[in-house]
């Protein structure tokens, strides 16, 4: 699982998401107006893998 040092992504969250939108380190090598590969196949194709969270007690 990708983790923010010290924060892991929360319940119901992409991991790589959660860290491209917290962590500046994810798109240091990028140029500027450069668009993330990672980021724009998450946006085409969706998330592959979310944390699981706990189950809604709503029901």
Partial sequence: MVT??????PAGECPQCWQHAH???AHRHL???EDCPQCV??????CPA???G???RWW
């Fill in 23 to 25: 962590d500046r380190r």
């Fill in 41 to 46: 196949d998450h946006l085409r194709n969706g």
């Fill in 50 to 52: 979310l944390v699981p």
């Fill in 4 to 9: 923010i040092p010290g924060k892991p992504a």
């Fill in 31 to 33: 140029r500027p107006r």
């Fill in 54 to 56: 706990k189950k809604s």
